[in-house]
């Protein structure tokens, strides 16, 4: 037949879509093989061999069933089914108080390919650090991520507040157009300034899209609650998107770098050059950072933001996400004995595999030994059986219903698809080292249930007890707040929310015990808030307790900034002391970690003196008299430690506490603390 006119010149366009398809495909295919070697990077599978796809079909038949049902009612196939989430999660956040963030429903869950990627990320920038700097430890890296991510949320919530107070500033950063090549150049003259500004203009992009996505119906938050809660789903979890290095907490990294390495080479005089070495490791550092923030971006907006259930991809999946199969397991612990038989002496290791449909041309022209290359590698974590029982009371919890067309089957497939999530994503914060060789994570230590017992003993007269910065790993009170609230994973088991926006007229009476991340920049806000709060309480008269764990801050007089003092301090003592080598070794040790500690005691010390000078009472704790559980208790077979630091007790009361006998509660307090780590480990001994 002839061609119709014109169909010649329409033949290039259709060669230019296929090539450009083609293209497509494999950029793909190469995206794919690239996060499946993320998993491979940063997995351990045991044996080293992966799971081929018609294994694990004859190993997870029944549940790959169970799952595709599941992938029809998340995606919303079934209006029974969805109707039934909805319902799930409705009934839940009727139960809980009107100052708690409603949970987020079951297809919410993260995207576990992108948690993934983000671990490898943040394990990347905290081994470059501790190796840019030999000797320096993990808690400095966890304390500049912890600071970094809350300015960056402090800036978004001012642009937010900008906008409600003079609704005419939001016209500045909706006409403004982006600038490019020389444009977006700054001079040198103003070039911190035009960073500043070019970063500012970003984050006000960023909110004026969540804006326009931001649903204002039935949410019970304020106009500025709403909007930062919509930001914290385009922007990272964990990693600040554009820190400078003129941000607080970059300068005291910068400080503790610089102490470490005078530190290091026993005070010497050559602090310029010293501080010149520390400020090019921190701009290195904050440059990989964004640009580990722009390659995570890049995944999410690939694979989706939220995990898929199921073997097969629905169409009508919302926002791309992408399937994948969480499957757990019960091994024998190492301080498991045979004589022990309690589900909590177990520990569960759970397996994550990616699900990739295979071409049938390339896999029939693989032979043998290339389908043993090509298998799947899945990632395996493991939690203890104490800590898995303890987050599932808290998943079922959330989530009540009755009239729920969910099997039990099916709500174990998401309860293990968020445990996974939530153990990478700490792990995460960790600094990403914690799951392969246990570092890091002391930022999440609790204190003992004890200590929570006399608090409830002394102040729970007058209301129920509330922890203001917990996790659903160290959670000991029914209603507690934490890092990653609710849209986000810690919805999934409860969180109330994050303390930082705790409404302050829906604070209720009671006791509230707070035990921050041992960070400046989180300790700093944390002061401030709690002052705006007691005044709230004290306004509206209402009987409020805040009790505050943090570190003694103590400056050496002895020791200067720089550390110079402390070496000339140290030699003294080297010629006067005569004494054994070991204990001649173990003073040194104090004497060159004076400059260090100072460093860190100085950029906390406002804070302290700020719950210090408005206290009821002030209890000091010597580090060797006291102790605490550890970060990482669901993944270490101990949960205890001893302190390496004094700790302070700093009880801040809306009215007076003459009922209190503060002598008595002191010795009942210091009992409380009492290090379990050396019973533990003599229980541990007995077991073998």
């Not at 898995?388 to 099997?407: A, G, I, N, P, Q």
């Amino acid at each position: 037949m002839p061609k119709p006119s014109g169909s010649s010149s329409s033949d290039p366009p259709k060669k230019k879509k296929r090539k450009l398809d083609s293209k497509r495909n494999k950029k793909k295919s190469s995206a794919q093989e690239e996060l499946s070697a993320v998993c491979n990077i940063t997995g351990i599978s045991g044996d080293g061999q992966g799971l081929a796809d018609d294994t694990i079909d004859d190993i997870w038949g029944n549940e790959l069933d169970c799952l595709n049902e599941l992938a029809t009612a998340q995606a919303g196939g079934s209006s029974s089914s969805s109707t039934s989430i909805k319902d799930t999660t409705s009934k839940a956040a009727e139960e809980i108080s009107q100052s708690q963030t409603p949970p987020p429903t079951l297809k919410e869950i993260p995207n576990l390919r992108v948690e993934l990627a983000r671990h490898l990320q943040v394990e990347t920038l905290s081994t470059f650090l501790l190796q840019a700097c030999p000797g320096l430890r993990m808690p400095t890296f966890e304390r500049w991520l912890l600071d970094s991510k809350l300015e960056e949320s402090d800036r978004m919530q001012s642009i937010a507040e900008s906008w409600v107070t003079d609704p005419s500033s939001k016209l500045h950063f909706k006409n403004q157009k982006k600038k490019y090549g020389r444009a977006a150049l700054h001079s040198e003259e103003n070039a911190a300034q035009g960073r500043e500004d070019a970063r500012r203009m970003k984050e006000a992009r960023t909110l004026l899209d969540a804006e326009k996505n931001a649903n204002h119906e039935g949410s019970k938050l304020g106009k500025i609650d709403r909007l930062v809660m919509k930001t914290r789903a385009l922007i990272d979890a964990v990693l600040p998107g554009n820190p400078l290095e003129t941000d607080p907490s970059c300068t005291r990294l910068v400080d503790e770098i610089v102490a470490h390495k005078l530190k290091m080479n026993d005070g010497s005089d050559e602090t310029n050059a010293t501080q010149e070495e520390a400020e090019q490791v921190v701009k290195e550092l904050l440059s990989r950072c964004s640009e580990a923030v722009k390659e995570i971006q890049q995944l999410q907006s690939r694979f989706g933001t939220y995990f898929g259930f199921g073997k097969k991809r629905s169409k009508n999946s919302s926002n791309g996400s992408t399937s994948g199969l969480v499957r757990a397991e019960w091994v024998s612990g190492e301080s498991t004995s045979t004589k022990k038989s309690s589900p909590d002496a177990l520990v569960c290791s759970l397996s994550y595999i990616t699900t990739k449909k295979k071409s049938s041309s390339a896999s029939a022209s693989l032979d043998n030994n290339d389908k043993v290359q090509k298998k799947t590698k899945p990632f395996i974590v493991k939690v203890n059986g104490q800590h898995y029982h303890k987050l599932r009371r808290l998943f079922d919890k959330t989530y009540v219903s009755d009239d729920s067309s969910l099997t039990n089957d099916q709500m174990t497939h998401v309860f293990h698809a968020a445990l996974f999530a939530i153990i990478i994503r700490y792990s995460t914060l960790a600094g990403g080292q914690q799951l392969n060789v246990l570092r890091g994570g002391g930022m999440q230590g609790a204190i003992h249930d004890t200590v929570f017992d006399c608090f409830a003993k002394w102040f729970g007269t007058h209301g129920s007890g509330t922890e203001c910065f917990a996790s659903p790993f160290n959670a000991n009170m029914t209603q507690y707040y934490s890092a990653f609230p609710s849209p986000d994973i810690d919805g999934f088991f409860g969180s109330h929310g994050d303390f930082f926006r705790l409404n302050a007229n829906t604070l209720r009476p009671g006791w509230y015990e707070a035990n921050p991340p041992f960070s400046p920049g989180v300790m700093e806000k944390m002061a401030k808030r709690l002052m705006d709060l007691l005044d709230v309480a004290r306004e509206r008269d209402i009987d409020v307790t805040f009790i505050v764990i943090i570190p003694s801050c103590r400056i050496d007089k002895n020791n200067n900034k720089d550390g110079q003092d402390a070496s000339t301090e140290k030699r003294k003592k080297k010629k006067k002391r005569k004494k054994k080598h070991k204990h001649d070794s173990e003073e040194d040790e104090k004497s060159n970690s004076n400059a260090l500690t100072n460093a860190i005691h100085h950029s906390a010390l406002s804070s302290f003196n700020i719950l210090v000078q408005n206290c009821s009472s002030h209890t000091v704790l010597s580090k060797r008299d006291h102790g605490y559980v550890e970060g990482s208790q669901h993944l270490r077979p101990t949960q205890f430690k001893e302190s390496q630091y004094d700790s302070s007790v700093i009880v801040l009361r809306s009215k007076s506490c003459k009922d209190i006998d503060t002598e008595e509660f002191e010795t009942d307090l210091r009992k409380a603390f009492k290090s379990r780590h050396l019973i533990e480990l003599q229980q541990r001994r007995d077991c073998d």
